[in-house]
């Protein structure tokens, strides 16, 4: 059965710190992985997608990793700022399936404290 | 631009009656899907469909719910003869066209209530 881990599961760090957040699968064959960010109430937002072929991806203080050996994937954040509180999703297609067809992690709820 | 417009944000029922959740999709795209996400837990598939057309329905329960997108108007989400456990928040993404390296634009979901 194809599932997305994320972990951990809610962290909380102050504004101006780093942060790294985890994501494992196991869907296959694998086309590609996204971060989508959700702030409360709103619909997810895309952040990056990666396809096999790319091991990094970056947008502003956001970077996301790829190691399709090992499935997993994380999303690094730079810098943080208390608009990043949000829940970060991990979210990976696989091949040969309709584009609907994504299989969603449960998200790691991040809250930047002042 | 308008982005991908839901409405009602909030919808409240009580058990037995029915809901509509409306989708009107970006300007220029013609494929829309529909998640659906319980408290606590990811967004799962639903349906896909195309302008007049179902493709992928897999993800819907097999009884009360439909969808459609006609050639004019919003997509429509049907939930008959609702129940408790029909309560969630209900995704509905645009994309012009179909590729599975697509990005996606999601709307800002319909919260369904059932009293």
């Known amino acids: 059965k194809n599932q997305v881990e994320q972990s951990p599961q809610s962290l909380i760090i102050l504004e101006g710190k780093n942060c790294t957040l985890q994501?494992?699968?196991?869907?296959?064959?694998?086309?590609?992985l996204r971060w989508y960010k959700q702030d409360t109430g709103r619909g997810p937002v895309s952040l990056t997608i990666?396809?096999?072929?790319?091991n990094t991806k970056s947008n502003g203080r956001y970077t996301a990793t790829l190691d399709a050996d090992t499935k997993q994937s994380s999303l690094h954040i730079t810098a943080s700022q208390l608009s990043d509180s949000a829940s970060y999703i991990c979210?990976?297609?696989?091949?040969?399936?309709?584009?609907?067809?994504?299989?969603f992690g449960q998200g790691t709820i991040l809250t930047v404290h002042p | 631009n308008a982005g991908v417009m839901q409405n009602p944000r909030h919808l409240v029922r009580r058990r037995g009656q029915e809901a509509r959740l409306r989708c009107s999709p970006m300007?220029?795209?013609?494929?829309v899907y529909w998640y659906r996400q319980l408290p606590e837990e990811g967004l799962k598939f639903m349906v896909y469909?195309?302008?007049?057309?179902?493709?992928?329905e897999s993800g819907m329960p097999k009884e009360r719910f439909s969808a459609e997108f006609p050639k004019e108007g919003p997509s429509i989400l049907r939930i008959q003869q609702v129940v408790r456990g029909d309560s969630a928040a209900y995704f509905c993404?645009?994309?012009?066209?179909?590729?599975?390296?697509?990005?996606?634009?999601f709307g800002q979901g319909t919260r369904l209530t059932v009293v």
């Open positions: 990666m396809t096999f072929s790319e």
């Open positions: 979210v990976v297609s696989e091949e040969g399936t309709s584009y609907g067809k994504l299989t």
């Open positions: 469909l195309q302008k007049e057309n179902i493709i992928d």
């Open positions: 993404a645009s994309s012009p066209f179909y590729s599975l390296n697509t990005e996606a634009f």
């Open positions: 300007k220029g795209h013609s494929h």
């Open positions: 994501c494992n699968y196991t869907v296959s064959p694998f086309s590609n």
